[in-house]
């Protein structure tokens, strides 16, 4: 079975930093893009950053200079480095992985549980 455990979310203050981690469980042997999207109450889910297998990022205007995604293909890994964070910020974030090659199968659009990131003023 595949599947992405997101995992550091919690509370902090304004201006405060937290690192997210999302692991690709399985016997994987290649993963797509990956990327961190986030869900604030009343709002649609909407894309934070994405980091393809070659390190190629894209980030959402609202968090460029801010947020800092990477990964680790060797731990089936990303990351989300979140600092000088607003309460704007305060959402579910949710890890994505766009395909994941395993020993059987191809799967296709893997989502985690999420995690709460909130944001104190």
């Known amino acids: 079975q595949v599947q992405v455990v997101e995992s550091g979310g919690g509370l902090v203050q304004a201006g405060g930093s937290l690192r997210l981690s999302c692991k690709a469980s399985?016997?994987?042997?290649?993963?797509?893009?990956m990327g961190w999207y986030r869900q604030a109450p009343g709002k649609q889910r909407e894309l934070v950053a994405d980091i393809s297998r070659s390190d190629s990022t894209n980030y959402a205007d609202s968090v460029k200079g801010r947020f800092t995604i990477s990964r680790d293909n060797d731990k089936n890994t990303i990351y989300l480095q979140m600092n000088s964070l607003k309460p704007e910020d305060t959402a579910v974030y949710y890890c994505?992985?766009?395909?994941?090659?395993?020993?059987?199968?191809?799967?296709?659009?893997?989502w985690g549980q999420g995690t709460q990131v909130t944001v104190s003023s």
């Open positions: 994505n992985a766009e395909s994941i090659v395993t020993h059987r199968s191809h799967h296709h659009d893997i």
């Open positions: 399985g016997i994987i042997f290649a993963i797509g893009v």
